[in-house]
């Protein structure tokens, strides 16, 4: 199954008469290729359990905040309203999620997972394990810790403050 | 302009009660959370312009193969026809992009940029560069060639034979 997406590595690496330019040296596209490439691998690996990245990162937020509304799992997860009310429609369909009225507020929910969705949680888990160890096997000892914590840099604001705290902590984690 | 993605990650950051567990020790979900943010820094420097990241890519490929036909350029990008198609059509409106008839196949066109295409382009690298340079700082000396190493060997296929190789060469690298 090779979903066509703007920027797929399978399709920019079976090329290689073309000249990609600058692309390869930017790291918003090749951000985009290594995120390409780990969905692709986890949509292998969940497709037959109809189950998204963003499906496992509700489930996982619920099963870490018990009672989270609605809205507060659209913030944290930064799901559009539009696009959460469907996705939990679907995990509460297939009996993963509960939604319970709130008391004195008829327009929020408080979201659980059941029992069902806590099991379907912890397989999920070993398997999202399995898919990230693969991936951190590409990168050699102490990659997958380098790129978290390239990653959290990159996208933490303000960063130029905190410049030298992050400079010091990766000294320290590669050293 | 705040786009609400699937796990922004300024969002993630505004609700610090909220438990986010596995996620952020996953390379996907980070990977995920990084190129959003760069893409919305893109969209923010680029969105006077009309030009998207995508647009971007499209216009440099073709600058480095001039001539190249639709269907290599989408290969090359991992963009679907259907995508291309209208991506082209929005370029050749804009002026930036020519399609020269193939003689002996009417279905394939060669692809050019215009003299104003060319002159666009070499607007936007200089930006590109300037959006680059700064997340590149956040990351501290050394951290963008860190960054774009890892993300090579993340995106790399058959990697496990090349495992060795991609150790020693990232060894060199840091030393």
Redesign the interface.
């Known amino acids: 199954v090779t979903r ?12 290689p008469d ?22 692709q691998d ?1 949509h292998a690996t969940f497709t037959e359990m109809g189950i998204r ?2 499906h496992f ?1 509700v489930l ?2 619920l ?3 018990p009672g ?1 509304r609605q809205a ?1 799992a659209g ?6 309203a539009a ?1 959460l009310v469907p996705l939990l429609n679907d995990l509460q369909a297939r009996g993963f999620v509960r939604r319970d009225a709130v008391a004195g507020d008829r327009r929020s929910y408080a979201l659980h997972l059941t029992v069902e969705g806590a099991a379907q949680l912890k397989r999920l ?1 070993a398997l ?1 394990a399995t ?2 160890r693969r ?7 102490g ?2 810790e ?3 914590a ?8 303000g ?2 403050g905190q ?1 030298h705290l ?2 010091s902590l ?1 000294a320290r984690r ?1 050293a």
């Open positions: 066509q997406t703007p920027g797929s590595p399978a399709r920019t690496r079976s090329g073309i000249d990609l330019g600058l692309l390869p040296e930017l790291m918003g596209y090749m951000l985009r290729q290594a995120q390409i490439t780990m969905f986890f990245p963003v990162a996982e937020v099963h870490r905040n989270l507060q913030e944290a997860l930064g799901i559009k696009n888990q999202v898919h990230e991936f951190a096997a590409r990168l050699g000892p990659g997958r380098q790129l978290l390239l990653l959290q840099r990159l996208t933490s604001e960063s130029e410049a992050a400079m990766t590669t």
